[in-house]
């Protein structure tokens, strides 16, 4: 949390004979670690391994890694940024920078053209890759209408 732009998701979580008031001799969880740059997402990586090092150590406890993937950064075009931006204000909406550490399209695209993504808000407390997450026929339009704005308005 002290570093800006860096996440780590827990995706998968298996407890062997797990139970609400046992504790666990087993436990085994994938870990996404995501930032903007790669130096960002290694140094992210080196503390959590610290970190999980440490944890061990005070409890006696023991740990197995197994990286399954580590992909560069696909930081977003600033240029195809600016052009989203004027594109959310022309509809008269306000204007939300996030960072994004997409692993998807986007880490492939941006090896052969700048790419920049705009977000759609999510409904169900902006639940994501997740058969709840949801968007209202609203935002969806929204999306619709600031795409069509964008390729109508390209330079």
Do not use: Y
Not at 43 to 71: K, M
Not at 124 to 136: K, R, V, Y
């Amino acid at each position: 949390a002290s570093e800006p732009d860096v996440v780590g998701t827990v995706g998968m979580l298996d407890v062997p004979a797990g139970s609400i008031n046992v504790v666990p001799g087993r436990c085994r969880f994938s870990l996404d670690l995501r930032a903007t740059t790669d130096g960002a997402r290694d140094a992210l990586a080196a503390d959590v391994v610290a970190e999980l090092d440490s944890i061990c150590a005070r409890r006696g406890a023991s740990h197995r890694l197994e990286e399954t993937l580590r992909v560069a950064a696909a930081p977003s075009a600033p240029e195809w940024q600016r052009r989203w931006e004027a594109v959310v204000l022309a509809l008269g909406l306000p204007v939300h920078r996030m960072p994004s550490g997409a692993g998807h399209d986007a880490m492939k695209l941006h090896e052969i053209m700048p790419q920049a993504m705009l977000f759609v808000r999510g409904g169900n407390a902006g639940i994501s890759h997740n058969p709840l997450e949801t968007i209202t026929a609203h935002d969806a339009e929204l999306a619709v209408q600031a795409f069509t704005h964008l390729l109508l308005h390209l330079e």
